[in-house]
């Protein structure tokens, strides 16, 4: 029977799991899952802890399901909680908040979990962290503290978006470097501090959204480079887009060019009626962030449809777009394009854009762009911007996730050797080089490895739009059909692994 290694038990982690039940049927036999990772917050992740609910889940229920072929498994879910998913009369999306869709991952893995233990599977659980990664013949041994675990196939889902530390401020009293969880780091926050959170994006929404249910009476300044606040998500409306699809693509000349999307872009748009050059202004050329979010929640309700069109289009075949792009394009968008098309590719939920007005009608919030540097001064630190002003702060948070954020500290020591060994190489665009096919890791000759998979934000150099879940539920399938497909193993050779 087949031994598979999960390392990593995140939402990642989740969604390989659900990947696994939903195929087992496929493999020659039941076999054994072999879960790593510590016990606390197994499933939810970063994203999803048990945390302040004034947070929210930023796409609809029916976008996040745990299981690529039942787009409803999560509706179904939340149905059977009485908790409203579908959008109200207006049209208006209404969002689980993200500690309650964390129970929903909990419940989905269990009932996976149950599935593969009803098909004669069986379940082991390592309640440590991964030290070591390496091959051994036709298996790969798992190393952490207390011993070793040896599996036939093993798949990386171990995360990222480890938050970069860019003006060195970690261990400075009042600089908080992890806003994670919310009420740990904020709900202790004076009510009048005047706050500076470096970055806009939805970290920084979420810790607008926790500052404020925690009663948090100061000013507090999003201060980034870009100066972009996340989009607000428009109606909800019944968009397939039929120009930018997987067809489509494929007909392109290869490489395809920025200019080659841009076009199929603008017949999505156009023929739907859309309004194209106002989608491509608000993308390429954004208005000040309180103009452009005031001016988007206005917009929210209407019956324009591009922006949904082409918003749908990102989570269809975004990944393979950029499979696909031009080399000097992707380093463009890395380089000058990221924040804007992430921007508009994740949008906020209305309600929260609400509030984030209301902060702006109170003066209670700012957003600025052109961040500098940020120091110490004093018993509070300035933040100093490329135009030569400075603003004064009592506490920063640091709610940056840059193109190139590092890897989760918890899994360097175990990358690193990897890397040292030649089992994992760089991406040139961060994390790890995989198969694009398969997620196979590639090793530095850039051979494919039958036995090592990578999964989640370590393939961000490889497929670039890495942090939905839709997008985790189809790499973790086609991980999963790629190990049901590969031969049974023969009789484990030597190195027997301690458990
Ligand atoms: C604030 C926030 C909000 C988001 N909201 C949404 C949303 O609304 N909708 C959406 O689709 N996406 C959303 N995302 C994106 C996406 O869902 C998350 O990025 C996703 O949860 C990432 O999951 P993960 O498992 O890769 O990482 P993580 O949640 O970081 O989990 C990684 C796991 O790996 C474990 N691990 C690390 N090192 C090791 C090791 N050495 N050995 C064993 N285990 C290890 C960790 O303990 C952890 O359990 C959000 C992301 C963030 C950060």
């Known amino acids: 029977m087949p031994s598979i290694g999960v ?70 879910w939340a149905e059977a909680k009485g ?6 009369e207006r049209g208006v999306h209404r969002f689980l908040s993200r500690p309650v869709y964390g129970d929903y991952l909990e419940d989905g893995v269990e009932e996976a979990l149950e599935t593969l233990r009803a098909a004669g599977w069986s379940i082991r659980s390592v309640e440590e962290t991964a030290t070591g990664v390496e091959r051994d013949g036709a298996g790969v041994v798992i190393r952490y503290a207390s011993g070793s675990v ?24 009042g600089y908080i470097d992890d806003p994670y969880p919310l009420r740990e780091a904020l709900a202790e926050v004076p009510q009048d501090a005047e706050i500076a959170v470096i970055g806009s994006g939805m970290i920084a929404t979420d810790v607008l959204m926790a500052l404020r249910a925690f009663g948090h009476r100061g000013r507090v300044t999003l201060a980034s480079r870009s100066g972009l606040l996340p989009s607000v998500r428009r109606k909800a409306a019944r968009v397939l887009p039929a120009v930018l699809t997987a067809e489509r693509l ?37 208005a000040p962030a309180e103009e452009r979010l005031r001016r988007q929640l206005d917009d929210a309700l209407s019956d324009d449809i591009g922006t949904q069109l082409l918003q749908r289009a990102v989570i269809e075949i975004g990944q393979d777009l950029w499979l696909a792009l031009d080399e000097g394009d992707r380093e463009e968008v890395l380089r000058t394009l990221h924040s804007r098309l992430w921007s508009f590719a994740s949008p906020i939920p209305q309600s929260t854009a609400v509030k984030l007005v209301e902060l702006c009608d109170e003066k209670r919030l700012r957003v600025r762009a052109g961040i500098e540097t940020v120091e110490r001064d004093g018993d509070g630190f300035l933040v100093r911007y490329e135009d030569g002003a400075a603003d004064r702060a009592d506490l920063v948070v640091n709610a940056v996730t840059s193109v190139y954020r590092p890897e989760p500290p918890s899994a360097g020591g175990m990358l690193g050797l990897a890397r040292t060994s030649g089992l994992l190489a760089d991406h040139p665009h961060g994390g790890i080089r995989v198969d694009e096919v398969t997620g196979r890791a590639l090793d530095t000759s850039g051979q494919a490895d039958d036995h090592l998979f990578v999964l989640g934000e370590l393939t961000r150099g490889a497929y670039y739009f890495v942090s939905a879940v839709a997008a985790f539920t189809r790499r973790a399938d086609e991980i999963a059909a790629a190990l049901a497909e590969l031969p049974a193993p023969r009789a484990r050779d030597a190195v027997p692994a301690a458990g």
């Open 83 to 88: 908790l409203a998913v579908h959008p109200d």
């Open 250 to 286: 494929a007909a392109l000349p290869r490489p395809v060019r920025m200019a080659d999307i841009a076009a199929l872009a603008r017949e999505e748009v156009e023929a739907a009626g859309g309004d194209f050059a106002a989608v491509a202004a608000d993308i390429m050329d954004p």
């Open 150 to 173: 040896r599996v036939d196939q093993a798949v990386l889902c171990v995360g990222g978006r480890a938050d970069d530390d860019a003006y060195g401020l970690n261990g400075t009293p």
């Open 7 to 76: 390392i990593g038990c995140g939402t990642v982690g989740a969604t390989m799991v659900a990947a696994l039940a939903a195929r087992h049927e496929q493999f020659g036999g039941p076999g054994e899952l072999v879960l790593v990772d510590r016990p606390e917050g197994r499933w939810r992740g970063r994203a999803y802890q048990r945390d302040t609910e004034a947070v929210l889940a930023n796409g609809p229920m029916i976008g996040m399901s745990l299981y690529l072929n039942d787009a409803q498994h999560g509706v179904r």
